[in-house]
């Protein structure tokens, strides 16, 4: 059986906020290690990924390797049930077909729970190789939201570009032109107040917005939201999600026209 | 989006 009790109830609600704009449905991978979820937009131009470790919960069992098929507007729909701060375990039978929901109040003194049908989902896993980037930049996640809300109402693409200046984010539009620019900034005392650019060799690349933008759901998950560019390649938008794991957004570039 | 390219063309199936 699969068993996994998280105190912390409200990241499970936030990251399924975060995720389910982006994909409609996906596996929930069970193993020994935790819980992974590799997921692709309908058009397959992004992918979420999404790992969190088996000591990052309260209690965890796993005892055989499980795919979970989700729904994850269904599964949206049950955890808005739940508390913001209650304790959530969720439950499996070995080849189940629900998922069982347990929500506990703090207090201990309301405890519900729900089933979620299970779906057989088909999913072909892609491998992500581990890089080098080119460009890595940290900064507060809440400005990330801010630049890439604001060049929404701009434009549809932003050039992202890394120097040794800072970091540059450029769209334009009907309304006219905007860019962004962070520079370097350990100057607060709180790391997660600072923008942190780690940058091999300058990097621009031009992404749609629309993606970016829904990436930034994930902002009351994490501080702080990590960039890795490469030329030519895939941006990853990651957020770690304190001592659980993480969540990361892969976004393929676009062709300058 | 014109230009736009697809995950698929970077990650192969693992």
């Known amino acids: ?257 | 989006l014109p230009g736009q390219q697809r995950l698929t063309s970077f990650f192969g199936a693992a």
């Open chain 1, 1 to 257: 059986m699969f068993e996994a009790r998280i105190t912390q109830g409200a990241v499970l609600k936030k990251l399924v906020e975060a995720l389910k704009e982006l994909v409609t449905e996906g596996n929930f991978d069970v193993s020994s290690t935790g819980l992974q979820l590799q997921a692709m937009d309908s058009s397959h131009v992004c992918l979420v990924s999404l790992a969190l470790r088996e000591d990052g919960f309260e209690h965890f069992r796993c005892d055989r390797n499980m795919a979970m098929g989700i729904h994850f507007q269904n599964l949206s729909k049950i955890l808005k049930c739940a508390g913001n701060e209650d304790t959530i375990t969720l439950k499996a039978e070995d080849n189940a077909d629900q998922l069982t929901l347990m929500f506990e109040s703090s207090n201990q003194d309301r405890i519900s729970d729900f089933d979620l049908k299970l779906m057989s989902i088909e999913s072909e896993h892609l491998g992500i190789p581990d890089q080098e980037y080119s460009a890595e930049i940290k900064m507060p996640s809440s400005e990330y939201q801010r630049i890439v809300r604001d060049l929404t109402s701009i434009g549809d693409t932003v050039l992202i570009s890394a120097t040794k200046e800072g970091i540059k984010f450029s769209t334009s539009g009907d309304v006219g032109t905007a860019n962004v620019t962070l520079r370097h900034n350990t100057t607060p005392e709180k790391p997660e107040e600072q923008t942190i650019i780690d940058l091999k060799e300058p990097v621009a690349l031009t992404f749609a917005l629309r993606y970016l933008n829904n990436f930034a759901k994930a902002t009351p998950l994490a501080p702080v939201v990590k960039l890795s560019l490469t030329k030519d390649l895939p941006i990853v938008v990651e957020y770690q999600i304190g001592e659980l794991g993480a969540v990361k957004f892969y976004l393929a570039p676009k062709i300058d026209d």
